[in-house]
């Protein structure tokens, strides 16, 4: 087996070549499985797969291999594997599978996962030396290591004596520098001393949250939150737990204007209170994280977030004005329609006749049916 295309030996395209056949074929994704990945990555001589993913380093390429591996991931090879009856004849464009395994580099007797010895592994694992004429390793070099490790930035490079003569990867510094892995610039020595290295560690990316006065705690949306002018407010820094000490700084900026302000951190976290919100804080906030270790200054942004200062006049003056302008149309039209209504004449006026017009004198309750037949005639 083999990995083409990649940035090392421990990663690209992966490609077999079985006793029987003279080409090498690439692997349709749907065949391929993280069991098989482990075992390559160990027939490779490299660290646990990491990434297993088509179309990573190139288009599928002819031939392809017909046949499922179904590894227990133990096995030594991935020929050693067993593989399916049924074969494939074809396999879709951007399928091929892609591998990445980690690099078989590691640190060892130190206080964390990214200090101590530097040890390779190639067939076997041994220290490196740091010595003769290709081998003189600086900050430079041992920051190929921390980025392999995945430990941030080179601290200290330190040699340290061994007891006795023992195997060793002497490490072309050359062959590093190039942008080779450490494994592919080593080769086999012996040597009464070892290299000890120290990475910074790769720092967390801080937390940021929002929160104001008026609508009460309440951490901030991905987007950012919003304020109103005058209210308090106040953003908070936070950090898991690391290193200790450091401080934060919050900084902020805008289309006109970048501030800057800073505080110690306390348990890990930071809180930045304004006391009135002013359309001058309107614009983007970024908590900076920074730490002093290994004599040196390490920093981590997190996200960014918006802060947006609304206007409460406008909305003061909406609940004041609208409802009395409401209720003067209210009273309007209360004494409209009662004046209206005093100019027209009662039901009881409408409803009576004309008695002295008709020649028959009323009576005070009415004319009653006989008299009123006496009028008619």
């Known amino acids: 087996v ?29 065949d391929f499985d993280q069991q098989d990945a482990e075992v390559v990555c160990r ?3 490299c660290g646990a797969p990491s990434v297993l993913q088509g179309v990573l380093y190139g288009e599928v390429e002819d031939p392809m291999w ?65 010595r003769g004429r290709y081998s003189s390793w600086t900050l430079n070099e041992a920051a190929v290591a921390c980025r392999e490790l995945n430990c941030g930035s080179a601290v200290s490079v330190e040699l340290r004596a061994a007891s006795s003569s023992i195997s060793v990867w002497s490490i ?25 290295l120290t990475c910074s560690d790769l720092l967390l990316q801080p937390n940021i949250s929002g929160s104001s006065s008026v609508d009460g705690v ?61 359309p001058a804080h309107q614009g983007n906030y970024r908590c900076v994280y920074h730490v002093y270790v290994f ?9 960014p977030i918006s802060l947006t200062v609304a206007d409460l006049r406008p909305f003061i ?18 004494f409209y329609y009662k004046a209206k209504r005093g100019q027209r004449p009662g039901r009881r006026e409408k409803a009576e006749p004309d008695y002295y017009n008709l020649g028959v004198p009323a009576t005070e309750g009415g004319p009653t049916e006989e008299e009123g037949a006496r009028g008619a005639d």
């Open 172 to 196: 072309r510094s050359d062959c590093v520098q190039s942008g080779s892995a450490l494994r592919e610039c080593a080769t086999s020595d012996t040597s009464y001393s070892i290299l000890n």
């Open 218 to 278: 309440s951490e901030a949306q991905q987007q950012g939150f919003h304020v109103f002018r005058g209210s308090a407010f106040n953003i908070s820094c936070s950090v898991q737990p690391q290193y200790p000490g450091g401080s934060f700084q919050l900084a902020f900026t805008s289309s006109s204007s970048a501030l800057n302000y800073t505080k110690p951190a306390v348990n890990h976290s930071a809180h930045f209170l304004f006391p009135a919100a002013e």
């Open 43 to 45: 027939e490779l001589g």
């Open 2 to 30: 083999r990995l083409v295309n990649g940035t090392s030996l421990c990663s690209g395209r992966l490609e077999v070549k079985s006793n029987q056949s003279s080409r090498w074929s690439s692997v349709c994704e749907a």
């Open 66 to 130: 017909t046949k499922e591996f179904q590894c227990g991931g133990t096995e030594s090879a991935l020929l050693d594997c067993r593989s399916s009856g049924s074969e494939r004849n074809t396999c879709s464009p951007g399928k091929a599978v892609g591998l990445t395994c980690s690099e078989p580099v590691r640190l060892v007797g130190g206080d964390s996962r990214c200090a101590g010895t530097l040890e390779v592994k190639q067939g076997d694992w041994r220290p490196v030396d740091d």
């Open 317 to 334: 003056i909406r609940a004041i004005v609208l409802p009395l302008i409401l209720l003067l149309a209210n009273i309007g039209l209360y």
């Open 295 to 303: 004599s040196h200054d390490f920093f981590s942004e997190s996200r």
